[in-house]
């Protein structure tokens, strides 16, 4: 019997210790480590095997890590946890709407990235949806993007402009965590107070309207103390 080979990482990150320091770590816990210094040797790296996660400095020398995103996920499905030495909310925000699956600030524990990579190694293809001449598909639902109009199986389900955002915002960004603040960012134009529960209320509403039961749901996940996950497929572990 053969035994299962371990996950490869790629660490992209300009910073020759912490690279060390990853290369070390993680590879004390089970993973198989590669590193690059900048986009060049990145692309040189995933020429010789695709990795099954990267870990992506957001400022790199050259090509930086958003640029890099964006050319990762014209062809790859690859996880991809960026970090940050800057840790602002709208680098968080760039970065996942480029196509990153999570957001890394530094400083950081090794462990809290060991755990993160493991929990998108788990949750395996968190792309965007594809959308097939404007729609994208979950279930039994259709979402027209430019019609603004959401579908299922064909007819038509009543929902407000903001329920509508959500849901976009939420198909947009499938299988991540996705905290209240962050939602805030994603739907533009839209502010709140600290005592605002607007962004819960608007769940609540969206789930009577694609769930079969709101109360046990199956597309959009309370994580406690977190955020909300939309599993296109339906159903949780």
């Known amino acids: 019997m053969t035994a299962p080979t ?17 290369c070390t770590y993680l590879g004390a816990n089970g993973f198989e480590v590669q590193t690059a210094s900048d986009g060049v040797a990145m692309r040189a790296a995933i020429a010789q095997g695709a990795p099954d996660a990267i870990v992506l400095d957001l400022m790199l020398p050259g ?5 890099l995103t964006r050319a990762l ?3 790859m499905a690859v996880p991809i946890l960026m970090l940050s030495a800057r840790g602002e909310e709208m680098d968080r925000v760039i970065g996942l709407e480029v196509g ?3 957001y890394l600030a530094k400083p950081f524990g090794p462990r809290e990235l060991l755990a993160r990579l493991r929990a998108l190694l788990r949750r395996g293809n968190a792309t965007p949806l594809a959308v097939d001449e404007g729609y994208a598909q979950f279930g039994p639902f259709s979402l027209d993007i430019a019609g603004r109009r959401l579908l299922r199986e064909g007819e038509a389900v009543q929902v407000t402009s903001g329920e509508f955002d959500l849901l976009a915002a939420f198909v947009a960004h ?7 603040d962050l ?19 608007r769940v609540t509403r969206l789930r009577r309207k694609i ?7 199956a597309y959009i996940r309370t994580v406690r103390g977190e955020g909300y ?9």
């Open 183 to 201: 939602l805030v960012d994603l739907l533009r134009g839209y502010e709140r107070d600290p005592f605002d529960r607007s962004i819960d209320n």
């Open 6 to 22: 371990s996950p490869l990482v790629l660490v992209v990150d300009d910073d020759p210790d912490l690279r060390e320091l990853l």
């Open 73 to 75: 996920r014209t062809h």
């Open 229 to 237: 996950l939309f599993n296109p497929q339906g159903g949780f572990p």
């Open 63 to 67: 090509e930086d890590g958003l640029s």
């Open 100 to 102: 990153a699956d999570d």
């Open 174 to 180: 499938p299988k991540r965590v996705l905290s209240r």
């Open 211 to 217: 769930e079969v039961d709101a109360s046990a749901p």
